[in-house]
């Protein structure tokens, strides 16, 4: 069989394999199956090609085009899954693993194509926040805006994902129009190849938004710059020695870490044998210890459970770790494939001798696989009976299929272990108390980028412990990295200059792209609902005539709705209220007689009322109050071919111009054909 050569992608041209590659060998055979690095690269020459053409031609499209863009990259990666997984049973992943590693990544690019197109704008800058007024009279405002990094970010992947692992960077750089240089871990990087490959021949991304690097980066980290970023995951020891890069540090270049991490899962003390939440505790331990063979940042390390029920939760688990069977991850009945190189597995025994000073091994034996091919291990569960003297436990991550159990008194107890960790990712609760989960919170959060609960009315459709969802953020403070790589836009921010935006409201909406109270508008040339979506103008604004609010009116209101609150109703009790000068109209019956007066009644381009934001009743109207509206198109959204979204900002004044009633009016209108 011949070796697969994996090549660099580096200036729109690919660079086979050099005389100093590194070999990679199958995880199941333990047979060099590969080559990678080695190649002539100039890392100069690469970071200028990504700025100078990746750059400018990601930055001239909207966030809408650059989500138009991920979902149509999502859809390509579809279509040859297959392939993908494929390639991947080398890596020891199973057909069960591919779900958290390709399917996760492809899904990943969907969400954040997703969240592009409806929590984006339109357009080429992003508005951070609701506008500040500065001055008396509004007429200077500010605006926090965001706007694409001008450089490249550069990407360090780690093993045991080469699909995920550049899916959930790459979606939300792309998405905030910045290119990326993607260097995956050698052992693994022929699938991140493949990906690349398939990417790269969709001809879905402009030249230069995606370079990939087999093998080393060189110098590449000596020549980043204040608008470059670095996003790293892997080990804490390596995260330390690249963010200690003096070049990073002296150019403020954005580095973001995603490393070691102890997660805990703790098993709530109401959570007793034959409760739900029991055995959910014990199939949650089975998957983390289990799935992709333990390889995961996610994988839960430490199972913290109650002193009495520390027996029966060995029992359960080792129970099930029994039936779990480990081979080679082609063959249908394999449940755990094996660790992805020889070298991993060294790694993982090595851990294991260390946390074996503190914990005793109560399943699963590495001698009865010494005599395997490849880089099996089995599932291996060990206990601690005596945590709080324990240290190694707390801060050794043996990167494989292990976990330890260890038993806590009370709540407080339980909190504490868990946070001996120094930070973690992710720890998870399996409780149905609701003050557990509340002192879990209080006590936690800090430690944690993300607390799961699950207990028996969730988790009929909860993702699991381990399972990081790209519209939460996927971090943690200390140990973990101090990062947060996902978390829907947020993700994305990492890529991105938010930028004080000060000036007159004109011209704020004039770079927004959004109308902006105070701003200058236009009169439109006819009623805005018989225009089409592409032909309104952001600031185009219709005046309604008056029309006069009647006590006839109100009661009308109240005894049509039957909404006779007293302030409505009755003269002398309204009075009363320091809200009110008398008997008011209802804020509804504004709301109702405002769309009176704006609303063209024929058949027309407005398709759809969706719905009203930000509502306000700013003063109240009574009897014989004259009310005129304010109608603005505000902000335009494209939905799809056929309509978009239209927000008017709809301003309710009374005859001395006061504002009755502020609000956001959203409606669906049709598209020019």
């Known amino acids: ?35 990678a690095g080695g190649g002539a690269l100039d890392a100069e020459a690469m970071l200028h090609h990504a700025r100078t053409v990746g750059g400018p031609a990601l930055r001239a499209l909207t966030f809408h085009d650059r989500a138009r863009m991920l979902k149509a990259l999502a859809l390509h990666l579809t279509e040859h899954k297959q392939a993908l997984y494929d390639i991947s049973y080398a890596t020891g992943a199973t057909t069960k693993d591919h779900a958290f590693d390709i399917d996760g990544g492809i ?17 080429r800058v992003y508005l951070d926040g609701a506008p500040e007024q500065l001055s008396r009279n509004g007429s200077f405002l500010g605006q926090h805006v965001c706007v694409p990094l001008q450089g490249v970010a550069v990407h360090i992947n780690a093993f045991n994902f080469p699909v995920w692992g550049m899916l959930e960077k790459l979606a939300p750089t792309l998405l905030a129009g910045v ?71 002296a150019s403020a270049v954005r580095f973001v870490a995603e490393q070691d991490s102890l997660n805990a899962s703790i098993l709530g003390p109401d959570a007793a044998p034959g409760t739900p939440e029991f055995d959910l505790f014990v199939k949650e331990a089975l998957r983390e210890i289990t799935t992709k063979a333990g390889q995961k940042c996610t994988a839960t390390r430490r199972l913290i459970v109650p002193e009495a029920q520390v027996q029966p939760v060995i029992e359960a688990i080792s129970g099930r770790l029994a039936q779990t069977t480990v081979g080679d991850p082609r063959d249908p009945a394999t449940r755990m494939g094996a660790l992805v190189s020889r070298a991993q597995r060294a790694d993982v025994l090595e851990k294991l001798a260390v946390l074996g000073r503190e914990a ?10 010494a005599d395997r091919p490849g880089a099996f291990l089995p599932p291996i569960l060990m206990h601690c009976a005596d945590p709080d003297a324990a240290r190694r436990l707390h801060d050794t991550e043996a990167f494989g299929p292990v976990s330890t159990v260890m038993p806590y008194r009370d709540i407080d107890h339980a909190i504490a272990l868990a946070n001996r960790g120094q930070g973690s990712l992710v720890a998870s609760v399996i409780t149905h108390d609701p003050e557990v989960a509340c002192a879990c919170v209080d006590g936690m959060a800090a430690w944690h980028g993300r607390l799961y609960f699950n207990d028996r009315d969730s988790m009929g459709e909860s993702t699991g412990h381990g399972a990081p969802m790209p519209h939460m953020v996927h971090g943690g403070p200390g140990r973990a990295g101090g990062g947060e790589e996902l978390g829907g836009v947020r993700g994305v921010m990492h890529y991105m200059q ?10 704020l909406q004039a770079i927004g792209g959004r109308h902006f109270a105070g701003a200058a508008t236009r009169e439109a040339p006819e009623h805005p609902f018989r225009r089409a979506f592409d032909a309104l103008e952001i600031g185009e604004t219709l005046v309604t005539p008056e029309r006069t609010i009647t006590s006839d009116d109100i009661a009308h209101f109240a005894d049509f709705t039957g909404d006779t609150f007293y302030a409505h109703m009755d003269d002398e009790a309204a009075a009363r209220n320091p809200f009110f000068p008398g008997r008011v109209a209802h804020g509804y019956l504004i709301l109702s007689f405002a769309a009176g ?47 978009g979204e239209i927000r008017w900002a709809v301003r309710v004044v009374d005859g001395e111009g006061d504002a009755v009633a502020e609000y956001d009016l959203l409606t669906m209108v049709a598209r020019e054909r």
């Open 179 to 249: 290119p990326a240089i993607v260097k995956p871990a050698t052992a693994t990087s022929y699938v991140t190849e493949f990906a690349v490959r398939l990417i790269l021949e969709s001809g879905i991304l402009p030249e230069g938004a995606l370079q990939f690097v087999a093998g080393g980066l060189g110098d590449m980290l000596d020549r980043l710059g204040p608008q470059d970023a670095v996003g790293f995951t892997g080990s804490a020891d390596t995260a330390l020695k690249l963010r200690s890069n003096p070049n990073l540090l």
């Open 597 to 643: 007066l704006f609303v063209s009644p024929e058949e027309g381009p407005v398709l759809a009322n969706t719905g009203l934001d930000g509502l306000r009743f700013l003063k109240p109207a009574p009897p014989g109050t004259a009310i005129r509206v304010h109608l603005t198109v505000k902000a335009k959204t494209p939905r799809t071919e056929d309509y």
């Open 498 to 507: 938010r930028t004080a935006v000060q000036g007159s409201p004109t011209l």
């Open 107 to 123: 899904g990943t690019t969907f969400v954040y194509a997703s969240k592009g197109r409806r929590e984006m704008p339109d357009a």
């Open 360 to 369: 005793e091994r109560v399943h699963g034996d590495p001698e009865a696989f």
């Open 1 to 35: 069989m011949s070796l697969m050569q994996v090549s660099s992608f580096a200036e729109g041209c690919w660079v086979d394999p050099g005389p100093e590659a590194r070999e990679i060998e199958s995880a199941v055979t333990g047979e060099v199956i590969g080559r």
